[in-house]
């Protein structure tokens, strides 16, 4: 009977509390993880954006330096606005 007992492995609280704090670890690692990832993913996305963004800036000055010159400011005058000069006579084309 006294070697049942020996043979028996009794509850180590010590072995819970190793097991416990592996599992918060496990747990705290993963959940950064995740946190990193979504972090790294809006980054790209800002990024992207503001590439996007510096092409506008760019198309837009350099629309900016055209207005600065009279040819230019005549071409969107006469195409867009539909305006002539005195004296000219305007071309409507049928539809």
């Given at each position: 009977m006294a070697q049942k007992r020996r043979n028996v492995k009794r509850f180590s609280w010590f072995r819970l509390c190793i097991v416990i704090m592996v599992g918060?670890?496990?747990y705290v690692f993963i959940?950064?993880?995740?946190?990193?990832?979504?972090?790294?993913?809006?980054?790209?996305?800002?990024n992207a954006r503001l590439v996007e963004a510096a092409d506008v800036n760019d198309n837009l000055n350099a629309e900016?330096?055209?207005?600065?010159?009279?040819?230019?400011?005549?071409?969107?005058?006469?195409?867009q606005l539909g305006l002539v000069k005195p004296g000219e006579v305007p071309y409507i084309p049928s539809r």
């Open positions: 918060y670890f496990c959940v950064q993880q995740a946190e990193m990832y979504k972090i790294r993913r809006e980054t790209e996305a800002v900016k330096e055209k207005l600065s010159t009279a040819a230019y400011i005549e071409k969107v005058a006469r195409e």
